[in-house]
């Protein structure tokens, strides 16, 4: 084994063994949050690095599985020092397209902010990532072998060579120039690989041999590897000066076929998607908070791996097998009660405790079920992971009792009871524990930056304090300056109030019956004798269910398997739709894919907005692709993209956002209207691509998904406190994604209230990465991100310097060095290749536009 490792180190060194990608998992694009992928990316490298040196670093990507390709995801690659990215999977027309035109091979800006730094040399790959037709020589394969004894009655080396030269013909007519790449491989190849490079050999040896030509032009092949063939494409357009076809958008929606459109997996498996998006909610402090102790808790670790696996294509996409996926989840549970233990060991050591704090979660709470506050009396410490001061609404499962909350400083807090969305005892009913009745509010306020708060909780009488629910009609419900109006005949929501603006809002439950036969965990498709989606009709039960000082709630009931509780808080810039939907009623043996739908008076013309991967926002329009000629053959389907964190309209100077908790399918097929698919299940399996069907089980019955929409509004331009909506939107993105994290105990903690920062991050700065680093307990990885787009906000897009000299309390910097993004390359040793080609936006050719733009750095 010994002698193995050191014969692939010495094939690395001399560049005849290529790695690519080097990430943890080959991530999905359009399920998956970019913090997620950066972290995966650095776990995978760093292992690489490791075991192999510096002459392994990844130079390409090799991202040719995933259903369709971000722009994000081309702009974290350039950040890493990526010199190119090889795809397979995008839009037929696209390659249609490409191929007439000789395009398939292009520059791809991933950028809008980055500009011509993002360039990303990008290769669409002619015959996906397979061997050409003939020409498999594994043991699945039944492909004649090249026989070159001319004395064989089976030769045929001449022939095959023949074979391979037409092969060769009809590729090349496809691309720039006089190189292309061809694959030769397959899911599950290379169980021989002997078999393989034996007559891979003699293909080469035949074209020396018989020096056959293309149109008198001799070809030279030769084995190769995406970085050689990047180089050689360069090199050949700096020669002939040609310039290559330049991307700017993205290859969504992907679209295998007329009717397979790849949009479903942008919802499949709902609670997965939200599972992932938790954990690295836990994932994220538990890595500052060991740093901050000095204990390291390396990122090769449980949860991080479990994490990094959960952005595979066919994990995260929710395209696995349902035992598949529960192993998934399995981990990842593992990795979260794991990062708990060293979050509780890291705070002891930090407050000088001889014995561990045993801090707790309760991952339940979400379904009412939560040991720790199951008592009488009980503590919990509520962690900032956010490098600024924040205020954050608390929901805590409780018996029906009337409750005391008490501050750090001893100061009561106000509090009030509510009612669960709903009845979670089928949970119980299967796993054990107990359900609790009510659910407790408060708000934490000034919560510190990286840095914690403790609550105590003591139960002063067995009466409830909680309000009775308004049963009926419910014309109005919020607060004097934030609040909805609904329509008193249909139950249904008719306006919205907040940021000073008063818009007309409806929002309706609904769902597409899916095509039996075109519909599965990766496509989307309505029957076509139904496409619109059908309404559930009126809301048939309204109930308010909280009149209190902090928060209020109408809960909203259309069938048994489809509530939602509206939600307005006192003191935020937006409105909750937090739904429940399942198990989703199947009596008429179809398959269900549920939505919800916004719909507003804006002028929109089927102009419409979505995030990449939680980052740069991304123009969207109907019946409309940029690069490539749209056919409307799927109109529902074929106008879907991945919504991470953010869907949105505008008209005018008015503006409209979803800002939701995990990765969802939406679209705006009317004008003013915003619909996010909740929900699947299907009940075919078309093709038998995963060998069964979309009908997750969970807790003996048909699914139960609960989630959350974040919904604002007002006036683009400043306002909304000295703020563009732009800057609003992206202030709550950001504070849902790392919400804080509760953390319940029995020790008396002797400091209820701290801060690990001598000072916090202005509040357009992000602190992304606060890690120990592998292998020298003395170095960390640190990494700060401006979360604005460069013309989102006249004040806070604007340039900012951090001085990190003393920002931590606990670590004092002696000494920086700064890498690329994925920490596996110094800067300055990061030479990307550069192209003759000079691309240039509106806004870089500006004067006022020549400082560096903001990015992840």
């Not at 954990?279 to 500052?288: E, R």
């Not at 009337?402 to 709903?422: A, D, M, Q, R």
């Not at 519909?519 to 269910?545: H, K, Q």
């Not at 309390?809 to 550069?834: H, Q, W």
């Amino acid at each position: 084994m010994k002698r193995k490792k050191s014969q692939v180190r010495q094939l690395i060194d001399q560049g005849r063994l290529e790695i690519v990608n080097g990430a943890w998992s080959m991530n999905d694009e359009a399920a998956v949050h970019y913090q997620s992928t950066i972290d995966q990316y650095t776990l995978g490298l760093r292992v690489i690095e490791d075991a192999l040196g510096k002459c392994a670093r990844p130079r390409v990507s090799w991202q040719i599985d995933p259903f369709g390709h971000s722009r994000e995801q081309a702009s974290l690659l350039t950040q890493m020092g990526m010199d190119a990215i090889f795809f397979a999977r995008f839009d037929y027309r696209d390659i249609a397209k490409r191929r007439s035109e000789k395009t398939m091979d292009m520059l791809w800006t991933g950028s809008a902010n980055l500009g011509s730094e993002s360039n990303l040399f990008a290769s669409g790959l002619y015959h996906q990532y397979n061997c050409p037709a003939g020409f498999c020589f594994d043991i699945k394969c039944n492909d004649p072998p090249i026989i070159t004894n001319p004395n064989s009655p089976e030769y045929n080396w001449e022939n095959r060579i023949n074979e391979f030269v037409n092969f060769i013909k009809e590729q090349s007519q496809f691309y720039p120039t006089s190189h292309i790449l061809i694959t030769l491989g397959d899911d599950f190849q290379w169980k021989a690989a002997h078999n393989g490079y034996i007559n891979v050999d003699r293909l080469i040896e035949g074209f020396k041999k018989f020096n056959p030509k293309i149109e008198d032009k001799e070809i030279n092949v030769i084995y190769s590897t995406p970085s050689c063939y990047t180089k050689a494409v360069r090199d050949y357009v700096e020669e002939k000066n040609i310039a290559l076809d330049v991307k700017t958008d993205d290859f969504f929606p992907f679209s295998y076929t007329t009717v397979s459109v790849f949009t479903g997996y942008y919802t499949s498996r709902p609670t997965s998607k939200r599972l992932e998006r938790f954990a690295n909610s836990l994932l994220q402090p538990t890595k500052q908070i060991t740093t901050i102790a000095g204990k390291p808790y390396y990122f090769n670790n449980t949860l991080s791996q479990a994490i990094g696996v959960m952005q595979h294509h066919d994990a995260i996409t929710g395209t696995e097998k349902a035992a598949v996926e529960k192993n998934y989840h399995k981990a990842i549970i593992k990795g979260m009660h794991e990062a708990v233990s060293y979050i509780s060991s890291s705070l002891s050591s930090i407050l000088g405790f001889s014995t561990d704090l045993n801090l707790r979660t309760c991952l339940l709470s979400n379904v009412s079920i939560c040991d720790e506050s199951d008592k009488d009396e009980f503590t919990i410490l509520v962690y900032n992971p956010l490098a600024r001061t924040t205020s954050h609404y608390i929901q805590i499962p409780v018996n029906d009792w009337t409750w005391k909350v008490t501050g750090p400083s001893g100061e009561e807090v106000e509090n009030h009871l509510t009612e669960p969305i709903k009845d979670f005892s089928y949970v119980s009913n299967d796993i054990g524990g107990h359900v609790l009745k009510k659910v407790l509010f408060f708000r934490a306020e000034n919560l510190p930056a990286l840095g914690y708060k403790i609550y105590k909780f003591q139960k002063i009488n067995s009466a409830s304090s909680s309000a009775k629910g308004k049963v009926g009609s419910v014309d109005q419900m919020g607060f004097s300056d934030r609040y909805v109006n609904f329509d008193l005949t249909t139950g249904l929501l008719k306006s919205i109030t907040i940021n000073d603006v008063t818009m007309a809002v409806s929002q309706k439950m609904m769902f597409y019956k899916g095509w039996p036969s075109d519909s599965n965990a990766y496509t989307f498709r309505p029957d076509s004798n139904e496409r619109d989606a059908i309404e559930l009709g009126d809301v048939v039960n309204t109930v308010l269910i909280n009149d209190g000082n902090l928060v209020r709630e109408v809960k909203q009931v259309w069938k048994n398997w489809a509530t939602q509780i509206i939600r307005i808080y006192k003191e935020e810039d937006f409105i909750e739709f937090d739904w429940v939907v399942g198990p989703i009623d199947q009596s008429d043996d179809v398959s269900i894919e549920v939505i919800t739908r916004y719909t507003t008076e804006l002028n929109t013309d089927g102009v419409f907005y979505t995030d990449s991967n939680g980052r740069e926002i991304i123009y969207r329009k109907k019946d409309f692709r940029p690069t490539y000629e749209y056919t409307d053959e799927e109109p529902q389907s074929g106008n879907y993209y991945p919504v991470d964190t953010k869907i949105l309209l505008k008209d005018g100077e008015e503006q409209f956002a979803v800002i939701t908790d995990r990765a969802e399918g939406g679209s705006s097929l009317h004008s003013g209207e915003v619909e996010l698919m909740l929900s699947r299940n299907l009940l075919h399996d078309e093709g038998g691509i995963i060998g069964e069907t979309l009908r997750e089980i969970e807790y003996q019955q048909l699914l139960v998904a609960r989630g959350s929409h974040f919904v604002t509004l007002g006036m683009s331009s400043l306002g909304n406190g000295g703020r563009t909506m732009a800057a609003v939107e992206r202030d709550i993105a950001q504070r849902k994604l790392l919400q804080p994290w509760i953390f319940y105990t029995s020790e008396d903690i002797p400091v209820k209230e701290q801060s690990f920062l001598n000072k916090e991050l202005p509040n357009n700065v992000h602190l992304l990465t606060l890690e120990n680093w592998i292998g020298d307990e003395n170095k960390i990885l640190l990494r700060l991100e401006h979360i604005l787009e460069k013309d989102e906000d006249p004040n806070l897009s604007k340039e900012v310097e951090v001085d990190i000299s003393d920002l931590f309390k606990t670590i004092t910097i002696k000494s920086m060095k700064e890498y690329m993004l994925a920490a596996n390359t110094p800067l300055d040793e990061s030479v990307r290749l550069k192209w003759p080609q000079i691309i240039e936006t509106e806004e870089e050719s500006s004067p006022l536009n020549k400082k560096k733009p903001n990015g992840t750095r």
